[in-house]
C-alpha cells in the first residue's frame, strides 16, 4: 500500500501543478475577442466559400469587427441582405452588393468535339486531367467528370452532353466551381447583360478548329464589329472585358465559329 501512495501521490501533485499552471496561462494570455464579432459572425451565412477574399465566414466576420475600413459587402451569397444587417451591426453605411454569376468558357460538348482515349478511370475532373490533359480532343477544355458539380452548393450545375452547364438563376456567386475546375474554365462575372466568349483554347486557330468546331479561332471579327472597343485578342483567344461590355451582342452575331454567347436575364445563350 505504502509503495502505490508512494508512485501515486507525485503525480497527483504534479497534475495539480499543471492544472494549475494551465489556469494561470490561460488567463494571462487569454486573448479578448471583442463583444461585436458573435453578432457579426450570426449575420453571415456560414457558405464558408471564400467569395469574400477571407478564410471563412469568421476570418470575414473577425476582419470586419478589427478593421472599419473593411466593406461589409463583400459577401456575394448573402446579398443585400447580408450587407445591411452587417451595416446596422457595426453601424456604418451600407453598401450596395454586385450580384455575381459563374460562367463555363468551353462550349465543346459532343456535338462540336469528340473524345481522343477511351477513359476508365475515376470519375473526377482532377483525375482525367492528369492522363493527357483528359480525355477530349481539346486539352483545354471541359473534361466532364463534374468535380464543379460536386462542390455547387445550390445544385446550379449539371453535366449535359459531356460538359458542364450552369444555371445563372439558381447561382449565388460563391465561386467554389471556379476554384475547383483544373482547367481554369469557370469565371465569375457580374450579373448584367453581356457576351461571354465559350472557348479557353490558346492554340492557333487552324490547331482549335481541328479539335473543337465551336472552338475561338482569334480572326478578331469580333474586335472590329465591337463598338465599345471591350474586346480583344490574347493568346489567339477572345477576351471580353465585362465593365466595357454594354451587352449589344454585335461580337456574338458576328462570330465566325459561334463561340461567343450573351447572358441576360434567361441565362447564358447563343443569338
Do not use: W
Amino acid at each position: 500500500m505504502t509503495e502505490i501512495l508512494t508512485a501515486v501521490i507525485p503525480v497527483v501533485i504534479i497534475g495539480i501543478i499543471c492544472a494549475a499552471v494551465l489556469v494561470v496561462a490561460s488567463k494571462i494570455m487569454a486573448v479578448k475577442e471583442d463583444e461585436r464579432f458573435p453578432t457579426v459572425r450570426e449575420c453571415l451565412p456560414g457558405a464558408n466559400c471564400g467569395a469574400c477574399g477571407y478564410a471563412g465566414c469568421d476570418g470575414y466576420a473577425k476582419a470586419l469587427v478589427e478593421d472599419e475600413s473593411i466593406p461589409t459587402n463583400l459577401c456575394i451569397p448573402g446579398g443585400a441582405t447580408v450587407a445591411k444587417q452587417l451595416s446596422e451591426a457595426l453601424g456604418v453605411e451600407f453598401e450596395e452588393v454586385a450580384r455575381q454569376v459563374a460562367v463555363i468558357h468551353c462550349y465543346g460538348d459532343c456535338e462540336h468535339t469528340q473524345d481522343q482515349v477511351d477513359y476508365r478511370g475515376m470519375e473526377s475532373c482532377s483525375a482525367a486531367n492528369l492522363l493527357f490533359g483528359g480525355k477530349g480532343e481539346c486539352i483545354y477544355g471541359c473534361l466532364g467528370m463534374g468535380d464543379c458539380q460536386k462542390v455547387c452548393p445550390q445544385d446550379a450545375i449539371c453535366i449535359e452532353n459531356g460538359i458542364a452547364h450552369i444555371r445563372q438563376s439558381l447561382c449565388i456567386g460563391c465561386g467554389l466551381c471556379a476554384k475547383t475546375c483544373p482547367n481554369g474554365l469557370i469565371s465569375m462575372m457580374t450579373d448584367k447583360v453581356q457576351a461571354v466568349v465559350s472557348c479557353s483554347n490558346i492554340d492557333k486557330g487552324a490547331v482549335t478548329r481541328k479539335v473543337c468546331s465551336n472552338g475561338c479561332i482569334g480572326c478578331r471579327k469580333c474586335v472590329k464589329v465591337c463598338p465599345s472597343e471591350a474586346i480583344s485578342v490574347v493568346n489567339n483567344v477572345a477576351v471580353i472585358d465585362g465593365d466595357k461590355c454594354t451587352g449589344c451582342g454585335e461580337c456574338a452575331a458576328n462570330c465566325t465559329t459561334n463561340c461567343i454567347m450573351m447572358y441576360d436575364e434567361n441565362g447564358l445563350h447563343r443569338v
